[in-house]
């Protein structure tokens, strides 16, 4: 059974930082495109950042230059540094991985398996 489990969330003042972390367990994502997506209620889910398996980054334009995605996958891990942190950040983030090996995208639908999130709030 596949399971991506997040942490690192929590509450923070603007101009802080965070650093999520998600490991995987049942199945190895190295082949896979793993990334980051946020939503906050009343809208749909949107994606903040991605890495490839040969390790590409892609950013949405409201998290370049602030945000940071890496992975390790000797651990089977993906990563997210957040920092300079804004209210507008305020959201559930989660964790996810390509629906196949070697794809990739910004859209929900090109992944298929997802964490159940993790909550982060920065406060003004």
């Known amino acids: 059974q596949v399971q991506l489990v997040e942490s690192g969330g929590g509450l923070v003042q603007a101009g802080g930082s965070l650093r999520l972390s998600c490991a995987a367990s049942?199945?190895?994502?190295?082949?896979?495109?793993m990334g980051w997506f946020r939503q906050t209620p009343g809208k749909e889910r949107e994606f903040v950042a991605g890495i490839t398996w040969s390790g590409g980054r892609d950013y949405a334009d409201l998290v370049k230059g602030r945000f940071a995605i890496s992975r390790d996958n000797a651990k089977n891990t993906v990563y997210l540094q957040m920092n300079s942190l804004k209210p507008d950040d305020t959201a559930v983030y989660y964790c996810t991985a390509g629906r196949r090996p070697f794809e990739t995208g910004q859209t929900p639908q090109s992944y298929g398996y997802w964490g159940q999130g993790t909550q982060v709030t920065v406060s003004s």
């Open positions: 049942g199945r190895t994502f190295s082949s896979y495109t």
